[in-house]
C-alpha cells in the first residue's frame, strides 16, 4: 500500500519492532511486513527482544542505526 504520495514498490520499508511492545503487537508487525513482501515491496524487518515501543535505539542504538543505514 502507497502510505505517502513520493513511497512507491520500491521504497525501501524497515521495519522495527520488539517483542516486549504492548502497543503495536510483532505478530501484527511481522504480518504487515509480511503483506508489504508478499505485493513485491522492499522489505526489511528488524525484531529487538527487549525494547518497549519506540525505545529500540535507546536499548540498542547501534543495531538501530546500523539498520537505518543500510535502507538509507
Known amino acids: 500500500p502507497r502510505i505517502?504520495?513520493?513511497m512507491g514498490l520500491?521504497?525501501?520499508r524497515l521495519y522495527l519492532f520488539s517483542r516486549k511492545?504492548?502497543?503495536?503487537?510483532?505478530?501484527?508487525?511481522?504480518h504487515h511486513a509480511k503483506t508489504a513482501k508478499e505485493r513485491?515491496?522492499?522489505v526489511r524487518c528488524e525484531?529487538?527482544?527487549e525494547s518497549?515501543?519506540?525505545?529500540?535505539?535507546?536499548v540498542?542504538?547501534?543495531?538501530?542505526w546500523s539498520s537505518v543505514q543500510e535502507v538509507w
Do not use: A, C, K, N
Open 4 to 6: 505517502m504520495p513520493w
Open 10 to 12: 520500491h521504497t525501501p
Open 21 to 30: 511492545d504492548i502497543l503495536s503487537p510483532w505478530q501484527e508487525v511481522i
Open 40 to 42: 513485491g515491496m522492499d
Open 47 to 49: 525484531l529487538f527482544e
Open 52 to 58: 518497549e515501543h519506540v525505545m529500540h535505539i535507546r
Open 60 to 64: 540498542e542504538p547501534e543495531r538501530y
